[in-house]
């Protein structure tokens, strides 16, 4: 390799933002050997910029890691299941970067580092405070990052096994392992799409959902301009949790959990 190519791994994507190509599709998934527990660390890439992510992917992949990329929050909060690590740009077409983490952090515990242009303070702060476990300010050298990567790793690594993720809200249990949903100890007989949808609000409970992103957590579908599929299930949810009080909606934005 030569020293050009070698500085343009090491300094990062900062140096691909203009005369970008049309974004490739993503892989459907991490090669098969990268998903036992002895197979090589699973990164996902999210990132708009084709040829950045094309950059940190190859270094990624050099490195020896397992790494997919990308382009939108949408395929983020499809992909995070299988990966052992996000890299989450927070400038993305669909929704906002800030969405998809807390969306990420509300369903599961994959560490994200946010890789982005956003430096103020406030920002970090945000970011921080939307479920990343770290954060970094383009451009950033390669090798910084791939110790951020690490760090982040050993202190996962060395915490104990979370337990399965069981949510309260007064008299409302949701248990995510068992897919169970009961009021006041009494089963709800949920779908699929009305427990996910339920999940998703009881697990960021006084925080208005956007519409977006609910399409694009649930019916894995951020750009959908039909409200009707949501509105529809909000009102099933409610009439099978008793009151209409369950979910509130906030008109033009979302919906968040109440308090019947």
Not at 40 to 56: G, H, S
Not at 95 to 109: F, M, N, P, Q, Y
Not at 225 to 245: A, F, I, Q
């Amino acid at each position: 390799m030569n020293l050009q190519a070698v500085d343009l791994l090491e300094s990062g994507p900062e140096h691909h933002q203009s005369n970008r190509p049309a974004a490739a599709p993503a892989p459907p998934a991490f090669p098969a050997q990268a998903t036992s527990p002895e197979g090589p660390l699973r990164v996902l890439v999210v990132e708009n910029d084709a040829r950045a992510a094309d950059t940190l992917l190859k270094g990624l992949v050099r490195q020896s890691y397992a790494a997919r990329g990308v382009a939108t929050g949408a395929e983020a909060l499809r992909a995070h299941r299988d990966a052992d690590l996000v890299l989450l740009d927070l400038d993305l077409p669909d929704l906002d970067g800030l969405e998809v983490c807390r969306g990420i952090r509300a369903i599961s515990d994959t560490p994200i580092i946010a890789v982005t242009a956003r430096g103020s303070e406030l920002d970090r702060v945000l970011g921080l405070q939307a479920g990343s476990d770290d954060y970094m300010v383009k451009p950033y050298g390669f090798r910084e990052l791939l110790a951020r990567m690490e760090a982040v790793m050993r202190r996962v690594r060395s915490q104990p096994a979370a337990a399965p993720h069981v949510v309260h809200h007064g008299s409302l249990r949701i248990d995510a392992g068992a897919r169970v949903a009961t009021v006041d100890g009494t089963p709800v007989d949920l779908t699929r799409k009305e427990f996910d949808l339920l999940h998703l609000l009881a697990s960021q409970p006084g925080t208005v959902i956007p519409r977006r992103q609910i399409m694009a957590q649930v019916w894995d579908d951020a750009w959908s301009p039909n409200g009707r599929t949501v509105d529809t299930h909000v009102s099933t949810l409610r009439g099978k949790l008793g009151s209409s009080k369950w979910i509130t909606t906030v008109r033009g934005v979302g919906f968040r959990l109440g308090h019947p």
